[in-house]
């Protein structure tokens, strides 16, 4: 029933030292979606803030258990799921589709609030991935504009799984660098709040601290008690 989160609390900071960025600059997620509501108590009582889930149920269990803490939603979104998730999620990790962003700007006009979101874009080139791609992320953002109860903060992505079957696909170090390239070149035409560049778990997250990540998800080394 261990959590691991101080130490790599520690181990994020003294990362962000020796790269030059400030550690409150960069919020380490902790990615609960494995574990029940003791490891999210035990993680809270190491100084864990930020939390992420992946299915809305786990999601609305654990943010009305904790509902202090910041519930970060990091899954496939599914439409009829949004009314399950934006009543809870202080960041939605994992826009994809304008229909999706169509939804969650209804549900949140209805219960009074405005929907904070990343927008995924898959900059890998795998095409099993989802994300918007570069060439269209200009005509999403468009069309988000139009969605009063939507804020778009930034983008998220995720690396290929590094093994011998994706030797052919970029490094996460290299699809980190292009999100971010991404999010400065958009930063004009997008407004002053696109600042967030969600990228980084367990095994890449120092690459995202390299590459302006300021928000890390991290799993299995805070949860997973084979890893410490
Ligand atoms: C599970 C998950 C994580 C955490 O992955 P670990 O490898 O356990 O750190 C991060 N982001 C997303 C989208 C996930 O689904």
């Known amino acids: 029933m261990l959590t691991n989160f101080a130490e790599i609390k520690k181990e994020k ?16 997620i902790a990615v609960s979606k494995t574990v029940g509501l003791d490891e999210v108590a035990v993680a809270i009582s190491q100084g864990a803030i930020d939390f992420g889930e992946n299915r809305p149920e786990e999601l609305c269990r654990k943010a009305q258990a904790f509902p202090d803490a910041n519930w970060h939603f990091i899954g496939n979104i599914q439409s009829r799921q949004i009314k399950n998730i934006v009543p809870h999620a202080a960041l939605i990790h994992s826009l994809s589709k304008i229909d999706h962003a169509k939804k969650i700007d209804r549900t949140a006009g209805e219960i009074g609030k405005v929907q904070k979101v990343l927008i995924e874009v898959n900059v890998s080139g795998e095409e099993s991935k989802s994300g918007v791609s570069k060439e269209e992320l200009p005509a999403f953002l468009e069309e988000m504009k139009e969605l009063s109860n939507v804020e778009v903060c930034g983008l998220m992505t995720m690396a290929p799984i590094e093994d011998e079957a994706h030797a052919d696909l ?12 991404l999010l400065e070149a958009t930063k004009s035409h997008a407004g002053e709040n696109f600042r967030e560049l969600s990228a980084g778990m367990t095994n890449d997250w120092p690459d995202g601290i390299k590459n302006g990540s300021t928000f890390i998800r991290v799993g299995r080394a805070i949860f997973d008690p084979k890893l410490f």
């Open 13 to 28: 900071d003294e990362k962000c030292a020796e790269l030059g960025r400030k550690p409150e600059d960069v919020t380490l």
């Open 170 to 181: 970029p490094s996460a170090d290299e699809v980190f660098k292009r999100a971010h390239d």
